[in-house]
């Protein structure tokens, strides 16, 4: 018996194939993620650059001259020796109060002690000689031409002798004043030469920074103005200080003029220490303030409903980090801090508030 097996079709449907229909997708995806990217790009662009905004403030605005000096003690002097020499003996007393024509330091003095040993020597000499003639003289034996010589060959040597005795006293240094022993240089068996400081002899209040100021700020600086100080020994501290002289005359080669800056007794400050001064020439309280950075070429962008508007001010004292301004904003508006190259006037911009450091 024939068996036969029968097969079903599957039905003839219109469409694409599966492979057709996977590319199709594909592409709907790319497009969508296309025209997504396109929204966000507009709408990122449409919100502007970011920029970092300040609040205008009120405060104290200070004008300022920079300087730079060294803390030196009011009442201080120095001992250098006259003569070359080799130290022989020091007195080893930094930081000991010493009284004037105290012995610091003796040099070699055997060749100069030498020296007026010989010169007794041949006055004793010269002496006798003298007393010769003046004998001769009496008895009418020796020429007057040769007694005067003998009186002024002894005379001579008499004062070679003073000459070198005030020498020898060249070879000990001595306190110039009663104080402190503030530094001490120089060590047994060093060769020093005339001008050489070997010791700085002071007191140790009061003090003062002395410090050098450009020729042209020097006409914004007057005697009783305050000063705030900087050192890098106190590191975030800043120190009080005032004007108490100023220097005439200038140093045509620096540009500068000395001034120097009183400094009360309890300073911190140590003799020799560098200081950074901003002397206060100008000071007013309760003024409109803005970043320096915000102001260029008396401008500053205003931003207002998150639109960058230029404003004209007007600008009194300029201070290091703020501005006081006389017209043209108000107090708790924003403006751009700093004002960069990418603002332009009218544009939308995406503002972040900065908290701006204390005037």
Same mark, same amino acid.
């Given at each position: 018996?024939? *068996?036969?097996?029968?097969?079903?079709?599957?039905?003839?449907?219109?469409?694409? !194939?599966?492979?057709?229909?996977?590319?199709? $997708?594909?592409?709907?995806?790319? +497009?969508?993620?296309?025209? =997504?990217?396109?929204?966000?790009?507009?709408?990122?662009?449409?919100?502007?650059?970011?920029?970092?905004?300040?609040?205008?403030?009120?405060?104290?605005?200070?004008?300022?001259?920079? =300087?730079?000096?060294?803390?030196?003690?009011?009442?201080?002097?120095?001992?250098? !020796?006259?003569?070359?020499?080799?130290?022989? /003996?020091?007195?080893?007393?930094?930081?000991?109060?010493?009284?004037?024509?105290?012995?610091?330091?003796?040099?070699?003095?055997? /060749?100069?002690?030498?020296?007026?040993?010989?010169?007794?020597?041949?006055?004793?000499?010269?002496?006798?000689? @003298?007393?010769?003639? $003046? %004998?001769?003289?009496?008895?009418?034996?020796?020429?007057?031409?040769?007694? %005067?010589?003998?009186?002024?060959?002894?005379?001579?040597?008499?004062?070679?002798?003073?000459?070198?005795?005030?020498?020898?006293?060249?070879?000990?240094?001595?306190?110039?004043?009663?104080?402190?022993?503030?530094? /001490?240089?120089?060590?047994?068996?060093? *060769?020093?030469?005339?001008?050489?400081?070997?010791?700085?002899?002071?007191?140790?209040?009061?003090?003062?920074?002395?410090?050098?100021?450009?020729?042209?700020?020097?006409?914004?600086?007057?005697?009783?103005?305050? +000063?705030?100080?900087?050192?890098?020994?106190?590191?975030?501290?800043?120190?009080?200080?005032?004007?108490?002289?100023?220097?005439?005359?200038?140093?045509?080669?620096?540009?500068? @003029?000395?001034?120097?800056? $009183?400094?009360?007794?309890?300073?911190?400050?140590?003799?020799?220490?560098?200081?950074?001064?901003?002397?206060?020439?100008?000071?007013?309280?309760?003024?409109?303030?803005?970043?320096?950075?915000?102001?260029?070429?008396?401008?500053?962008?205003?931003?207002?409903?998150?639109? +960058?508007?230029?404003?004209?001010?007007?600008?009194?004292?300029?201070?290091?980090?703020?501005?006081?301004?006389?017209?043209?904003? $108000?107090?708790?508006?924003?403006?751009?801090?700093?004002?960069? =190259?990418?603002?332009?006037?009218?544009?939308?911009?995406? =503002?972040?508030?900065?908290?701006?450091?204390?005037?």
């Amino acid at each position: 018996m024939d *068996m036969h097996v029968a097969t079903i079709e599957p039905p003839v449907t219109g469409g694409s !194939p599966p492979g057709n229909r996977r590319r199709l $997708s594909w592409k709907l995806a790319v +497009a969508v993620l296309i025209v =997504a990217g396109a929204i966000a790009i507009a709408w990122w662009l449409l919100r502007g650059p970011a920029i970092t905004v300040a609040r205008v403030t009120r405060g104290a605005a200070a004008e300022i001259v920079y =300087a730079t000096g060294s803390v030196e003690p009011e009442t201080w002097s120095r001992s250098t !020796p006259l003569v070359r020499g080799r130290i022989i /003996e020091r007195c080893r007393c930094e930081g000991k109060a010493v009284k004037r024509g105290d012995v610091l330091a003796r040099l070699d003095d055997r /060749e100069a002690t030498a020296t007026l040993n010989d010169l007794h020597a041949l006055a004793e000499f010269q002496q006798r000689e @003298f007393d010769r003639q $003046s %004998q001769l003289l009496s008895r009418g034996v020796a020429s007057s031409q040769a007694f %005067q010589k003998a009186e002024t060959d002894l005379a001579r040597i008499k004062a070679q002798i003073a000459a070198q005795a005030q020498r020898l006293e060249y070879y000990r240094l001595v306190s110039p004043m009663d104080g402190i022993v503030l530094k /001490e240089d120089g060590e047994v068996g060093d *060769m020093v030469e005339p001008g050489t400081i070997l010791y700085r002899i002071g007191l140790e209040k009061p003090l003062w920074v002395v410090a050098d100021v450009n020729e042209e700020d020097i006409p914004r600086v007057k005697v009783g103005q305050n +000063a705030l100080l900087r050192t890098d020994a106190f590191a975030g501290q800043v120190l009080p200080g005032a004007v108490k002289q100023i220097t005439p005359a200038g140093d045509p080669l620096s540009k500068t @003029f000395r001034v120097r800056i $009183s400094l009360p007794d309890d300073t911190p400050l140590r003799v020799g220490m560098s200081v950074e001064a901003n002397i206060i020439s100008r000071e007013k309280l309760d003024v409109l303030l803005v970043p320096a950075n915000a102001v260029v070429r008396n401008n500053l962008f205003a931003i207002e409903d998150n639109y +960058a508007r230029l404003r004209k001010v007007e600008i009194g004292i300029r201070g290091t980090g703020f501005v006081e301004i006389l017209h043209g904003v $108000s107090e708790g508006e924003w403006v751009a801090s700093p004002a960069t =190259a990418n603002i332009k006037n009218g544009f939308r911009v995406r =503002a972040i508030p900065v908290e701006a450091p204390a005037p």
